[in-house]
């Protein structure tokens, strides 16, 4: 359970800029892209502030990681962010990769591949990780509808004894 948790707090660390050639942020208007929304739901994870980080998920946002699920926004309250933030805190997550995929006008996947180093409860920390947010806009704003993170151990680290690969 808990290498559960330190892979989902993984990859709830704060992104880094996305490297140069990867897709823009903007669909060309002057309302914050989907990218700028998922870099600040990060940054606000990484600066203890769990309060304006769930301000950008939907009310019925869904939240997989690792076999997983947190149903709402309220499950996510109640069960992980405060720890996310606390591991986000402790660790430095890099994008090594990263897209989005347009799904229309008010619709958006923005797919990440990061690599997280640092410490968390005494715990070394090196993962590298996918993260798949699907957002929605409605007006002038873009919510977080859907999030699925996944990681695995670094270069160097142990690999399960399942792993095969």
């Not at 806009?137 to 095969?164: C, F, L, M, Q």
Request: glycine share 8%; with cysteine; aromatic share 8%.
């Amino acid at each position: 359970m808990v290498k559960n948790l330190l892979l989902f707090f993984a990859l709830a660390a704060s992104l880094a800029a996305a490297p140069a050639g990867w897709a823009a942020a903007s669909s060309g208007d002057a309302v914050p892209g989907p990218v700028t929304v998922v870099d600040a739901f990060h940054a606000a994870l990484k600066a203890n502030d769990p309060a304006t980080a769930l301000k950008m998920l939907s009310v019925s946002v869904s939240i997989f990681e690792q076999g997983f699920v947190d149903q709402t926004r309220a499950d996510y309250s109640g069960a992980h962010i405060t720890a996310d933030a606390a591991f986000a805190q402790g660790t430095d997550l890099q994008v090594l990769e990263r897209r989005i995929i347009w799904l229309g006008d008010n619709a958006a996947c923005v797919i990440s591949k990061t690599q997280t180093q640092g410490s968390y409860q005494g715990h070394a920390i090196n993962l590298v990780g996918t993260e798949t947010m699907v957002l929605q806009r409605s007006g002038n704003s873009w919510t977080i509808e859907h999030i699925h993170w996944s990681a695995h151990p670094g270069e160097g680290e142990a690999k399960p004894v399942a792993d095969k690969h």
